[in-house]
């Protein structure tokens, strides 16, 4: 099921559909980066090109987690250690780069 959730994105207030779980995942990411979620929309609105908000933010979230779990493939880090904090900056530079 898809919540709509209104926020404010560079200035402007707007709505996106997501389903609960990319919405958890947001909220993580959040606390994780210590960022705001108004603040972070704004970055990947200014970084998604041609897409919608709310494929952008998905995307966002994909590879976000899939940098974090390449870290243990490579076995830089136990499982059982803290994940490793990315940079939301570094994510939207993989992003926009696909």
């Given at each position: ?18 389903d609960k779980e990319t ?31 709310s494929s952008a933010t ?41």
């Amino acid at each position: 099921m898809l919540l709509c959730k209104n926020v404010v994105v560079n200035g402007r207030r707007t709505s996106m559909r997501l389903d609960k779980e990319t919405w958890q995942a947001l909220s993580d990411i959040c606390k994780r980066e210590n960022i705001t979620l108004y603040k972070l929309c704004s970055l990947i609105d200014s970084s998604k090109g041609a897409s919608g908000l709310s494929s952008a933010t998905r995307l966002f979230v994909l590879t976000y987690y899939r940098r974090s779990l390449a870290k243990y493939e490579i076995g830089v880090k136990p499982v059982s250690q803290a994940a490793p904090s990315f940079r939301i900056e570094q994510v939207l530079n993989t992003v926009r780069g696909q």
